[in-house]
């Protein structure tokens, strides 16, 4: 079985971690546990401590959160009412549980309080939409929905869990396996296989315990969105499966009218953001001013919003992500008492919402980093932002292990082959990370044996032929070649433990330590074992071949069960070409807490994706091909 060690060393397996800082012998049963309900109160633990360092990273109760109201979506995009009342009745599931929070209709959905922890048990299929315009506080919404489930989760209720859309692509894989994906990387302890072979996401799958809140449907290109609704509708197929999904409206109007195609999530019900009150951001940009004398010059903004709808900052101010832009860099903040602040009634002047939005974001970054060498900051972000709008396609997610993508592909093709990592350097694709490292006698032992069973033969022959000296090489040969391919595929396997929730640093420090140990480890014994085949023909020999077999064998194995060298090489071409610098994590990380990035599971984000374009658009090779692809 793998992962199973026999005799002095049973149940001891090899795992990269983040324990005191190294890679450790973990004392773990096998047989991780398959409850589902152990295993969602992990998972709920796990998220709820995420999103909650993330929600206050990101400052989105300073000085409190934006009220937003909720209204209708447009119900031809919709099936009636009574599908989702059939569908719920007539699911086993749901049958077992009480129906009195179910709305009647869906005009009850927007009826009392407009937050969605209180209209999601409203839906009878328990599946929604969330639609509003760019910049209107979805994915804000939905971070509060998780938390606010997570809050008062019961045991039996499916644990909410937030993945990014643009990474998913549903013409080459389902929402399950995406979603495995995802959370693989931000929850590694859900890859963890039970007794029963299958993973903890299969358990708490097929237990109807995890609600995916798929984040911005309008970030993938327009012609996959038809496909992904379709691809949701199968996801849903299995009972009990419920699903959130947030997305622009005019965009999930187009997908869901293809031509003089209809596509319709089954059995689900919509919502919609409606703009801030004029009045509410008012009393927001004021209240977090320094005191009424400064408050008193947000008059001429407050004045516009009441009486000038037309005007295009009041247009531009009644979505949440430009409000709090405006209240960060027109109210003062720590250490700006010494900063001359610009006047809010400057904004009035800009001639379209267009105008307007671009002049915040712009603003904002250079706000973040005042103080500093902001330029330079300001420069390496704008390469980053054109890295994931053009090599990466507008993907929102910031992902350090595809680095490596900008590389030229005969350059990493040439660097794949010098090193053996055939996998990445000439087929493209880049590297995942590790999750860990295990060890598995039986698979080694099986490896050896075969390949020193054909070793033994060609000696043996060899041997019979009157040459002994060579069918001792031979023997040396496949003892050496024997036991490095066997120690690859013994430590192939799953580790029996995995952390709960990972940062994009903890990503790194888990893969890192994966590469310095194979790769170490491998060196040093193919090194040895190469070596002493080398001493039957000579001293020099013996040297040369023991430097080559450890530095390939090494170098082939770390660079292929880990990401980290091939970031590596990414970090040095970047830095060279003068578009990050060379601790390019350290800058990442430093713009998160800035509030440049947000963090979205094992991935950063930039705060915004129009954020993201607005920055692309200042990259002088920038050609935007991704609004239309």
């Known amino acids: 079985m793998t992962n199973r060690v026999d005799g002095l060393v049973s149940g001891l397996v090899v795992q990269a971690g983040v324990i005191k800082g190294g890679v450790h012998l973990h004392q773990g049963n096998p047989r991780a546990d398959g409850d589902p309900e152990a295993l969602a109160a992990r998972l709920a633990d796990a998220v709820s401590l995420l999103w909650a360092h993330e929600l206050a990273v990101r400052g989105l109760n300073n000085p409190y959160p934006l009220p937003v109201d909720l209204r209708l979506a447009d119900a031809e995009l919709f099936p009636a009412w009574t599908t989702l009342v059939r569908l719920a009745t007539g699911d086993g599931r749901r049958r077992s549980r009480s129906n009195n929070a179910w709305a009647n209709s869906p005009r009850e959905l927007v009826e009392g309080e407009h937050m969605l922890a209180t209209v999601f048990p409203k839906v009878p299929s328990g599946r929604l939409v969330v639609l509003g315009d760019a910049g209107s506080g979805k994915t804000t919404l939905g971070v509060r929905f998780m938390l606010d489930l997570l809050a008062e989760r019961r045991a039996g209720d499916p644990v909410p869990v937030m993945v990014t859309a643009a990474g998913w692509a549903p013409e080459r894989e389902s929402l399950a396996e995406w979603l495995r994906q995802s959370l693989y990387r931000a929850h590694p302890f859900l890859g963890v296989k039970t007794v029963e072979g299958k993973t903890r996401f299969d358990v708490l799958l097929a237990a109807g315990l995890l609600l995916p809140i798929v984040d911005g449907l309008d970030e993938m290109a327009e012609r996959l969105r038809p496909d992904t609704i379709r691809s949701m509708n199968q996801f849903l197929q299995a009972p009990g499966q419920r699903i959130v999904v947030t997305c622009r409206t005019e965009e999930f109007r187009a997908a869901c009218r293809p031509g003089d195609r209809e596509v319709t999530l089954v059995a689900s019900a919509g919502v919609e953001l409606c703009p801030l009150e004029p009045g509410e951001v008012a009393d927001y940009l004021e209240s977090s001013s320094e005191g009424p004398a400064r408050a008193g010059q947000w008059g001429p903004v407050r004045k516009a919003l009441q009486e000038f709808p037309e005007v295009p900052v009041v247009q531009a101010l009644r979505t949440p992500l430009l409000a709090s832009m405006a209240r960060e860099l027109y109210n003062p903040a720590a250490g700006d008492l010494d900063a001359a602040l610009p006047d809010p009634a400057s904004l009035l002047a800009f001639p379209d919402v267009a105008a307007v939005e671009e002049h915040l974001f712009d603003a904002y970054v250079q706000h973040a980093y005042r103080g500093l060498d902001g330029e330079r900051a300001e420069r390496w972000l704008i390469n980053l932002a054109h890295f994931q709008q053009t090599t990466l396609n507008g993907s929102p997610d910031i992902e350090w292990w595809r680095f490596d993508q900008a590389i030229p592909h005969a350059l990493r093709a040439g660097l794949g082959a010098f090193v053996g990592g055939i996998n990445v350097g000439l087929l493209g694709d880049s590297q995942s990370p590790a999750r860990g490292l295990a060890w598995s006698w039986q698979a080694f032992l099986r490896r050896f044996t075969q390949l020193i069973g054909f070793w033994v033969t060609i000696a043996a022959v ?168």
């Open 462 to 629: 060899v041997y019979l032929g009157g040459d002994h000296t060579t069918a001792y090489a031979c023997m040396a040969i496949g003892l050496a070649v024997g036991v490095v391919s066997g120690v690859v595929v013994g430590t192939s396997g799953d580790p029996v433990e995995l952390p709960s929730a990972v940062s994009p640093t903890g990503v790194l420090a888990i893969d890192r330590e994966v590469f310095l140990v194979s790769g170490a480890g491998l060196a040093v014994l193919a090194g040895g074992l190469f070596g002493t085949v080398g001493f039957f023909f000579g001293a020099t020999a013996g040297m040369v071949v023991g430097s080559l077999g450890a530095f390939y064998a090494g170098a082939a194995v770390a660079m292929g069960k880990a990401a980290w060298g091939w970031f590596g090489y990414a970090r040095l071409w970047w830095f060279l070409g003068r578009r990050m610098p060379l601790r390019s994590i350290r800058f990442l990380t430093d713009a998160h807490r800035r509030g440049v990035l947000r963090q979205a599971g094992a991935a950063w984000q930039f705060r915004h994706l129009g954020l993201q374009r607005r920055l692309a658009a200042r990259h002088p090779a920038y050609v935007d091909v991704n609004r239309s692809a």
